[in-house]
């Protein structure tokens, strides 16, 4: 009977402490659900910040495309000008000779 009853307590005493290591996990879970509650708390107004900057950002990549077709532009026109002016040079002798 005393073996019984020892065998008992210690099932008991097991209980106990699995008992004991649940609460402790659960505890630890909410704290970590604190902490991202928090953590959601601070990207909220991020969130909301990036939403208010989205259009400005936008308009400025539209004027940037535009900027950069303008010196894609402006740098073909250059480029004829001096594949022009170079078969000019080129031949500036002999219309020079045919002018004169």
Not at 16 to 37: H, N, P, T, V, W
Request: charged share 30%; hydrophobic share 45%.
């Amino acid at each position: 009977m005393a073996g019984e009853l020892h065998e008992i307590s210690q099932a008991i005493g097991r209980l106990e402490a699995g008992e004991d290591e649940r609460k402790r996990q659960i505890s630890a879970l909410f704290r970590k659900i604190d902490d991202l509650g928090e953590k959601v708390s601070e990207i909220k107004p991020l969130v909301e910040t990036v939403k208010a900057i989205k259009p400005e950002v936008e308009d400025w990549t539209r004027t940037k495309n535009r900027a950069m077709g303008a010196i894609a532009f402006l740098s073909c026109v250059a480029a004829l000008m001096g594949a022009v002016g170079s078969w000019l040079y080129a031949h500036a002798g002999k219309f020079l000779r045919w002018v004169s």
